[in-house]
């Protein structure tokens, strides 16, 4: 009972912080700055939990305030402290809700089994192409089996393409905005291009 009432604390927390301060965060964040790094990180770790402002877009702004390798590091480990957050608040805070959430996700008994075959290297998959939503994933793991290192590990691997070039992206768009928006467009087009491959093809073994 008492790992309820701080789950439900702490996500109270968040979402205060998230919907109230969400304009300030960012001005802060735009000031650069010590202060602005955690901040930064705060609001990356607030955005798993809760999509305030659209994960591309902040983690563009982190990339133009800090350039591309320390935009790269703020926004990766306020995503992975939000991830490992969210996965533990899952196994041990909320696992009741996040088994009900799960039926909504039929697909998921699939990736349930890949998951038990192979857990790093079905996290792995679902980061680098985001068939199934990161949050369920989050959920799915939290209430597995899966070592929480193996988790950590397989996800900031899985992470660290995207952010690379969100952060590449936000940190070269000052300078030329062309490039910024046709070098994300076409991440999105190869990933998009990938998930219908992979349903097209599950699609034909079905029939």
Known sequence: MSKRILSISLLLIVIAIGFLQKDELLILIKEGGMLSIFISMLFVAICVFFPVIPFPVLAGVIGGVFGTTQGVIVS???????????????????????????INYPKVQEY?????????VAILTCRLIPIIPSPVVNIICGLSKVNWVTF?????????????????????FSSNKIFSV???????????????????????SVD
Request: charged share 15%.
């Open 76 to 102: 990766l480990t306020g995503a992975m402290a939000g991830t490992m957050a969210f996965f533990f608040l899952s196994r041990y805070g909320f696992r009741d809700y996040a088994q009900s959430k799960i």
């Open 112 to 120: 349930e089994e890949f998951l038990n075959r192979n857990s790093f």
């Open 152 to 172: 950590f590990t397989s996800s900031t691997i899985g992470k660290i393409p995207n952010i690379l070039i969100l952060s590449y992206a936000g940190a070269s």
């Open 182 to 204: 046709a070098l994300y467009g076409g991440y999105i087009l190869i990933i998009f291009i990938v998930n219908f491959i992979i349903m097209y093809r599950k699609m034909k």
